[in-house]
């Protein structure tokens, strides 16, 4: 597999075809569905991506987002942030995010915005 992509995002059909989309392009990815998944199983996971939905049944992905930013293991690592909702705006005053994609989004754009994090220049 290639590069890896941690995706936390609520609704299952949305997640699913994320994460086929990516594994199609050669990612290796982990999806979670909530917070708490997200808590108990990706505290050792250092992806090369994290994919994170605004609104989730448990919090907030913004918030998931600031604790990414402020962990030495994890504040190198881009963020793209995903929402129906929240506005560019409100994700950029509340934490460090590499991206905004807004819902519903183009398929093309959200591999294109995926794969331009994942080959940056280090």
């Not at 590069?3 to 290796?28: A, H, M, P, Q, T």
């Not at 995903?82 to 995010?97: D, L, P, Q, V, Y």
């Not at 995926?114 to 940056?120: A, M, R």
């Amino acid at each position: 597999m290639g590069k890896s992509v941690c995706v936390l995002e609520d609704d299952e059909g949305i997640r699913d075809v994320i994460i086929l989309l990516l594994r199609e392009e050669n990612y290796d990815v982990m999806g979670f569905s909530s917070i708490e998944d997200f808590n108990l199983n990706a505290k050792n996971l250092t992806p090369d991506l994290f994919l994170l939905d605004v609104m989730l049944p448990d919090g907030s992905g913004i918030d998931i987002c600031s604790g990414l930013k402020t962990s030495e293991t994890t504040k190198n690592i881009p963020v793209l942030m995903m929402s129906a909702h929240a506005k560019i705006g409100e994700i950029n005053r509340s934490c460090n995010a590499q991206g905004f994609i807004s819902k519903p989004f183009d398929i093309y754009d959200l591999l294109k915005r995926v794969d331009h994090q994942l080959n940056l220049p280090s």
